[in-house]
């Protein structure tokens, strides 16, 4: 199933969201950090396919599990790379015309 570019921007700013309270919370943060982790990575993949989704689920995963760099919104940046700075098109929804015979 392809989503709209527009609803993997509001899922990447919400994971980028939870990934930043996780460093607000004091002594319990960084271990949900742990569990976190590995979500976001997962996540990930499953949001950009092919190469460039593996490297971001990487990327997340590494930064996630960081303590000092949960300030990084990776699923925006990631977002920005594949629909504004990468130059690969992608295919924009055709409608498909159905003539009925009555």
């Not at 939870?18 to 590995?38: E, Q, R």
């Not at 920005?80 to 015309?97: A, M």
């Amino acid at each position: 199933m392809q989503q709209s570019k527009y609803t993997l921007l509001r899922k990447g700013l919400l994971f980028d969201a939870v990934g930043m309270i996780t460093m607000a919370i004091p002594v319990v943060g960084p271990f949900l950090d742990l569990l976190w982790a590995p979500y976001a990575a997962k996540k990930m993949n499953d949001m950009y396919s092919g190469t460039s989704g593996k490297v971001a689920s990487v990327i997340v995963f590494i930064e996630e599990i960081l303590p000092i760099s949960d300030f990084i919104p990776t699923f925006t940046l990631m977002w920005l790379y594949t629909f504004v700075l990468s130059t690969k098109k992608h295919p924009q929804p055709q409608p498909i015309e159905v003539k009925v015979n009555e």
